[in-house]
Every structure is written in structure tokens, then in C-alpha cells.
């Protein structure tokens, strides 16, 4: 017997997004149910970035919270388009960037 099945948490899944553990009646019920807490998650960072647009749009002005608003939405994916050859330079050895270590 494995520590999960010690603490009563049994892994097989009844759907496939929902994990099971057995309650102290001995009946299986869902642990979580992982979509409600990525809607929450969402929400959450969607109020932030709201709050944040228009406390700019007093503080500073409106172009300047619209722009930093613009450049947090995007910014994952000009991460992504920069960095996305870093992993394999990394396995082949590769420390430095090829066109600053020749500068």
C-alpha cells in the first residue's frame, strides 16, 4: 500500500479532469474540479489588470494606461517569440549569445 492509499487520496480519475479522495464516510468524491479554478484565476487577473488600466488613466493619463495594458497582454508572446531557440542552444552547449560573444 502506497502513502496515497494511506492518505486517502486514490489518483484514478472519474473523468478526465477530475482527481477523487475518499471522504471520512468512505465515499469517493471529487478533490477539485481544476476549470472553476482557472476561471477563477482568469478573473482574477483580468480585475487586476482593469484595476490597474484605470488607476493609471487617473494617476498618469488614458494612453499611458492603454499602452501598459497592451504591453502585459502581449508580453508572453514577444517572450515566446524571443526565447524559443534557448532551450535547444542550451542542450547543444551553447552559454553566450553568438553576436555579443564576437563583439
Not at 479554478?37 to 487617473?58: P, S, Y
Amino acid at each position: 500500500m502506497g502513502l496515497a492509499n494511506k492518505c486517502g487520496i486514490d489518483h484514478t480519475r472519474q473523468r478526465s479532469d477530475t482527481f477523487m479522495i475518499r471522504d471520512t464516510s468512505g465515499q469517493d468524491r471529487p478533490l477539485a474540479r481544476p476549470h472553476g479554478r482557472r476561471r477563477l484565476w482568469l478573473a482574477l487577473g483580468g480585475a487586476g489588470l482593469l484595476f490597474r488600466t484605470v488607476q493609471l488613466f487617473f494617476v498618469r493619463d488614458v494612453p499611458t494606461g492603454l499602452i501598459w495594458a497592451t504591453k502585459i497582454i502581449t508580453d508572453p508572446f514577444n517572450d515566446f517569440k524571443q526565447y524559443r531557440h534557448a532551450p535547444v542552444r542550451l542542450l547543444k552547449g551553447e552559454r553566450l549569445d553568438a553576436n555579443i560573444a564576437t563583439r
